[in-house]
């Protein structure tokens, strides 16, 4: 097994790959198409970040590809169905950085309820002011949570732990943990909210979800952060609130438009607010995650590669089989029409081959089926499975 794993993905990844014996080659920056195809000749498996992008092209060039690990959240970078056609399953990381969101949240919610923005640019102008006024604890405040997912719940537990009150606002129907509150609508938690916090996903129909209507409810000297998608919210609208004093702060970590690259200039409305903390889409981008992330992301790979294992795959159906100490495994991957299974079953009986485990997954137009077979099997039946003409890929993993 060969791994090409680019834009400087975290050593614990390269040691995971190599632990289990494969090679691997890791190279610090993004490549385009033409270069990655280039790479790619001999390679099973590819590990990228956010700035390379796997075309149908670079999947057509690289047919024994196994799988594509992305070592972040997004995958707008890969061609997802491109790569179900051909079999390549594709894994990433969807919940490394959820703690990383959760800490900077809270520490802007500090931050903001103690003023220390102002105090911080006061103190950097030579200004003494050590007066309380404004100035308070976050213990006893009622933070409004919208989407209560991954990050916002995660949020809730330690808001809480903190002292904080808990409401949320999910179009799902979450379960409230610890003493949260269920909003039943928007309007409602934007009523009782001190602060309010957005961590909804980043649906389509979620753009401009926030705008005039939606801050004019929220109270007056109430506090707005955003860490989930720059589309949600109306910056002009948002300025015009912190401008009225409506709003008594806001931090901000994405928005509608960002630079593409470091060193291109940060156009906002929100620009020159001394109450608005604004960052650079960090608010996953730690250390840990990185860590987190290569860990994650190298196992799935590894697990696919050894086990069959699609679990949290992006675009294969999920399946897991608990391994068996003697046998085969084989994974056959197809298009998901019916039959297919009594098919394969049909050939393993005509060449004699006993099942010892099967399991099957469907998703959208993809079958997958995991077969543990006994230890004698003609060679003949993967050829005929390889044959079949719903098979989009055929691999014998023991
Ligand atoms: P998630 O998918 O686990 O949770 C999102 C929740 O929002 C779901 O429970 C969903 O039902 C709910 N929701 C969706 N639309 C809604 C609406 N209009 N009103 C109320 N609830 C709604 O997502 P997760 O992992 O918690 O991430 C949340 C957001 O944070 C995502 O947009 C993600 O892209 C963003 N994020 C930002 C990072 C950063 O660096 N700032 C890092 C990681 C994630």
């Known amino acids: 097994m060969r791994a090409l794993l680019l834009e400087n993905v975290h050593p614990d990844a390269v040691a995971l790959l190599e632990d289990a014996g494969w090679a691997v080659e890791s190279v610090d920056r993004a490549s385009d198409e033409s270069e990655l ?3 790619l000749g001999g390679v099973d498996l590819l590990g990228i970040r956010s700035k390379t992008d796997v075309s149908a092209a ?23 169905a491109a790569a179900g056609a051909r079999g390549v399953a594709v894994f990433n990381a969807p919940f490394s950085n959820t703690r990383s969101v959760v800490e900077l949240a809270l520490a802007e919610i500090v931050a903001l309820t103690r003023g220390l923005t102002q105090k911080n640019a006061d103190m950097h102008a030579g200004v003494w002011d050590k007066s309380a006024a404004g100035a308070h604890e976050i213990r006893g405040r009622r933070l409004g949570i919208v989407g209560y997912g991954n990050i916002g719940a995660q949020l809730s537990v330690l808001a809480e732990a903190l002292g904080m009150s808990v409401s949320f606002y ?11 509150r269920r909003c039943e609508s928007l309007d409602e938690l934007l009523a009782c909210s001190d602060i309010v916090s957005l961590h909804v996903d980043g649906r389509s129909s979620n753009r401009d979800i926030f705008g005039e209507q939606q801050l004019a409810k929220m109270r007056r000297g109430s506090l707005f952060l955003n860490l989930s998608r720059g589309f949600v919210v ?11 004093g409506h709003l008594a702060g806001a931090a901000v970590d994405v928005f509608p438009h960002e630079p593409a690259g470091r060193g291109d200039e940060f156009v906002s409305e929100l620009r020159g607010l001394p109450n608005v903390i604004l960052t650079p889409h960090i608010g996953g981008s730690t250390e840990e995650a990185q860590q987190d992330i290569g860990r994650y992301v190298a196992g799935k790979l590894r697990d ?4 069959g294992s699609t679990t949290m795959s992006v675009n294969l159906p999920h399946l897991t089989l608990p391994q068996r100490p003697d046998g085969h495994r084989i994974a056959h991957l197809h298009h998901n029409v019916p039959g297919v299974l009594a098919t394969i079953n049909g050939l393993l009986a005509d060449n004699k081959v006993n099942i010892e485990a099967q399991l099957l997954g469907t998703r959208g137009e993809l079958g997958y089926v995991l077969t543990d077979v006994s230890v004698d099997y003609p060679r003949a039946v993967l050829d005929q499975l390889a044959a079949m003409d719903e098979t989009v890929r055929v691999r014998l993993l023991s």
């Open 37 to 39: 195809i280039a790479a």
């Open 58 to 80: 670079v999947l057509a060039a690289a047919p024994q590809l196994l799988a594509v690990g992305a070592f972040c959240i997004g995958t707008n970078q890969i061609d997802l």
């Open 170 to 180: 999910d179009t799902a129907d979450k379960l409230a943990l610890g003493n949260a």
């Open 234 to 244: 109306d910056h002009g609208a948002l300025r015009a609130h912190i401008e009225s």
């Open 304 to 307: 696919f590669v050894i086990d």
